[in-house]
């Protein structure tokens, strides 16, 4: 079955500091992935997707993520974390099956430390 | 893209009574899919729905419990039933936008607050 594997409930870095957030996904075929972020109290925000196209696949707010199909992975990364970065992110993977299921990750919670 | 309008945005409502939650899309969509998201909790699949047939339920998530009607490629309802304390969550709909699984909207979502 479709999973989304989210290491790591919270991570907490300094302002300034590379951000690593990591997902792993299980699937027999590579399917679509998804970065969201969710800022308190507010609604879902996309931050980047992969649809088999690059395998590097650039964002908004300076995120990228890279698909890994050896190591079924889609990092999240930000080479520089700021302040306003603070929030849930989300990875999600969508089912390459008739369903298209989106299935999202647990979460991470971003802390960022001035 | 699509665009979501869900409705209503927040409700408190009384423990043993339902709720129906409206989602109506700018256009036509065959996919739809309500979302729950508990405090402090991802979103969990609750049901995919399509337009002309019955609704697709995930483990856990019963019709009896959370009904959802389809009636047109545009417009879905999901219901919460005999609600308790436990179903305080945020509600979202969803459609799939890209080819494929390729793209998802999301509605702004309802929060419920049960007493």
């Known amino acids: 079955a479709q999973s989304v594997t989210q290491l790591g409930s919270h991570v907490s870095v300094s302002e300034g500091a590379l951000v690593l957030l990591r997902c792993n996904y299980s699937?027999?075929?590579?399917?679509?992935l998804f970065w969201y972020v969710q800022y308190p109290n507010q609604g879902l925000q996309l931050l980047l997707k992969?649809?088999?196209?690059?395998?590097l696949v650039k964002g908004i707010n300076g995120f990228e993520a890279e698909f890994k199909k050896s190591e079924t992975s889609f990092h999240l990364t930000k080479p520089s974390a700021h302040m306003s970065d603070a929030a849930e992110y989300f990875c999600?993977?969508?089912?390459?099956?008739?369903?298209?299921?989106?299935?999202f990750g647990s979460g991470t919670r971003l802390l960022v430390r001035p | 893209s699509a665009v979501i309008s869900q409705k209503p945005s927040r409700d408190i409502c009384q423990r043993g009574t339902s709720l129906t939650i409206q989602c109506q899309v700018d256009?036509?969509?065959?996919?739809m899919f309500w979302y729950r998201q508990q405090p402090g909790q991802s979103l969990t699949l609750i049901a995919t729905?399509?337009?002309?047939?019955?609704?697709?339920?995930e483990s856990g998530f019963v019709i009896d419990k959370f009904p959802i009607s389809r009636p047109n490629l545009t417009f879905s309802t999901l219901t919460v039933s005999n609600m308790s304390p436990e179903d305080s969550s945020i509600y979202l709909c969803?459609?799939?936008?890209?080819?494929?699984?390729?793209?998802?909207?999301f509605g702004s979502g309802t929060r419920l607050t049960v007493v």
């Open positions: 969803s459609v799939q936008t890209g080819i494929g699984g390729s793209g998802y909207t």
């Open positions: 699937s027999s075929v590579p399917p679509y």
């Open positions: 992969y649809t088999s196209a690059a395998t």
């Open positions: 999600a993977s969508a089912g390459m099956d008739s369903s298209y299921k989106l299935i």
């Open positions: 256009s036509q969509v065959t996919m």
């Open positions: 729905a399509n337009q002309g047939s019955e609704a697709t339920y």
